[in-house]
């Protein structure tokens, strides 16, 4: 998710966004989809429209990852095979409010927290 405004534009049908900072929520994949195997780092991201989807890449301590919608899996956390140096365990109030926000394939009633959030811990 994006957290501060970004550009967006169209190149003829296609939608696009400039690299702006984006909240990626990140699990690593031998851990548990759980409250203390969550954690979030920022990255800048453009994302282009691909079908029906915006996609985009980031890269994440050495190895590059595809990033589709809100909080880079459409919604649910990137699994990723290690964690950079500047990810942060995600609040267990913020992972619950994410849990029950209600959104799908996208953000919920949880985005402006994770904002408020994101915006202070991390260096944009």
């Known amino acids: 998710m994006y ?9 003829g049908s296609e ?6 900072p984006f909240l990626l929520l990140l699990q690593l994949r031998d851990g548990p989809c759980s409250p203390e195997n969550t954690f979030a780092c920022v990255r800048k991201v453009a994302l282009r429209q691909l079908g ?9 301590g050495a190895k590059w990852y595809s990033v589709s919608g809100s909080y880079g899996s459409d919604g649910l956390p990137m699994t990723v095979d290690a964690l950079p140096k500047d ?7 913020l992972y619950d409010a994410w849990n029950k926000g209600g959104g799908w394939n996208g953000c919920g009633s949880e985005a402006s927290a994770m904002r408020d959030w994101a915006i202070v811990n991390f260096t944009l």
Do not use: D, F, N
């Open 52 to 60: 029906h989807w915006m996609m985009g890449r980031t890269r994440i």
């Open 87 to 93: 990810a942060k365990p995600l609040p267990r109030e």
């Open 15 to 20: 939608q696009c966004v400039t690299r702006a």
């Open 3 to 11: 957290i501060r405004g970004s550009h967006r534009y169209y190149r």
